[in-house]
């Protein structure tokens, strides 16, 4: 039974705990058995069940208003703990409108964001390329100014929901300047014509992944997303508020490997004791315990501040990823030991946390590039103040 004290702490109010009851209680019955055989078919349809059973509708702000970003982070924490897929289908509906959400105007919200709140559109968020991941600002996808239109040519790649997607939230250079100031943001529908999946990637926690071809679409001006040229700050605002959430998904993964070891170390006989007698195990437990809650307070004080008006939390969030994807990896491998064998067998809960951990230390900024913001961050306060 996953510890839900924390629920009790000061960043939350009412309706959060409602909300994470609530989700608690959907997601114990009807995540039980999702089938993985077919990831796009499941994605479908676990967006389809979200939106139904309304629980999509955090994922977008169709009226403008700032995103709730605790209850962003309690709603994937809650699904992570049951279900990676179902974390990745609802963390995709909000990343990829969070620009809409953030910077679309009255008439690109109302477009897309009811659709996507509802499980009726999948989106995605396009922002990487095959020589530029981690370094954005060196993104070279072109769109190019043709009377009302732009022509989008270029690359994108590892793009989640790439291929099943209806709508992608493209960053493109638009030519206003080199490096970050010369990038934009666009809203551009899957049936654009010049626009073809080129490739399916196949990883360890599989999910629909693709590289995407665009060779002369032509779309209208009137997609862009804010103005031209703050393409890069758009990424990286929307990527403040998400980052937070894929610290959230792992904080999900490691309560789970915690009460999943807890099971078998209490459950489990060695020379007549339960495996939890010996102190070398507890250690382990106190130590799994320990990141699950420091992890916490790091993501709810992350999504606390920005919900608090905050008008940036890149320390916070670098520092909740940073801090909760590398030790749920941590505690996750610790409860695959303390399974023995059964740990790294397929079917087994913890031998799937595994493979479901590792990439969100990697994906929407590496840890290696969470360390660089958090240094930059702190560096530029102390000669600030
Ligand atoms: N919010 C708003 N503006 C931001 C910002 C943020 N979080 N971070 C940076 N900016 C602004 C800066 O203030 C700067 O503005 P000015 O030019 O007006 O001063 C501009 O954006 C450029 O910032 P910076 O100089 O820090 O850019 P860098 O090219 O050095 O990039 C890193 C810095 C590496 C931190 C950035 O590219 C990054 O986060 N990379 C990881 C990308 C990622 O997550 N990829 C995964 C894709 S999604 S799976």
């Known amino acids: 039974m996953a510890d839900k004290t924390f629920l009790n702490w000061p960043f939350f109010k009412e309706h959060h705990r409602a909300h994470a009851s609530d989700l608690s209680a959907w997601a114990g019955s009807a995540l039980v058995a999702v089938d993985h055989t077919d990831n796009d078919q499941a994605c479908r349809d676990l967006v389809r069940a979200m939106g139904d059973a309304g629980w999509l509708m955090p994922s977008a702000a169709p009226d403008g208003a700032p995103l709730d970003v605790r209850t962003l982070c309690l709603t994937r924490e809650t699904l992570a703990y049951h279900d990676g897929l179902a974390d990745f289908a609802f963390a995709m509906q909000g990343l990829g409108t969070g620009a809409i959400s953030l910077f679309g105007t009255d008439a690109q919200r109302a477009e897309w964001l009811p659709l996507t709140r509802k499980g009726e559109a999948i989106s995605a968020f396009a922002l990487t390329e095959p020589q530029s991941g981690s370094d954005v600002a060196n993104s070279t996808l072109t ?31 638009t030519g206003d300047a080199p490096g970050a100031r010369g990038l934009s943001a666009f809203i551009v529908s899957a049936d654009v014509a010049g626009l073809e999946v080129t490739e399916r990637l196949e990883v360890i926690a599989p999910h629909p992944l693709a590289t995407l071809r665009f060779t002369d679409c032509r779309i209208p001006a009137s997609a862009m997303l804010g103005q031209s040229g703050q393409g890069f700050k758009i990424a990286m605002s929307v990527l403040d508020v998400f980052r937070s959430t894929v610290a959230a998904a792992a904080l999900g993964f490691a309560r789970r490997a915690l009460d999943e070891a807890l099971s078998r170390v209490t459950t489990r006989h060695v020379q007549g004791a339960p495996l939890f007698n010996l102190q070398m195990v507890q250690g382990h437990i106190a130590d799994m315990a320990l990141d699950v809650d420091a992890a916490a307070l790091l993501i709810y004080r992350a999504a606390w501040t920005k919900d608090s008006g905050a008008p940036r939390i890149t320390r916070e969030a670098a520092m909740a990823k940073l801090f909760s994807t590398d030790q749920a990896q941590q505690v996750i491998d610790k409860a695959v030991q303390l399974h023995g064998g059964d740990g790294v067998k397929k079917g087994v809960k913890v031998e799937e946390l595994y493979r479901d951990i590792r990439a969100l230390r990697i994906y929407e900024g590496a840890s290696d590039v969470q360390r660089v913001v958090i240094a930059r961050q702190v560096i530029a306060d102390h000669q600030g103040g």
């Not at 009377?147 to 099943?164: A, F, M, P, Q, V």
Request: negative net charge; without cysteine.
């Open 143 to 173: 769109a190019a100014r043709d009377g009302n239109d732009y022509i989008l040519n270029g690359e994108k790649t590892w793009i989640s929901n790439g291929g099943i997607a209806d709508v992608y939230t493209l960053f493109a250079r």
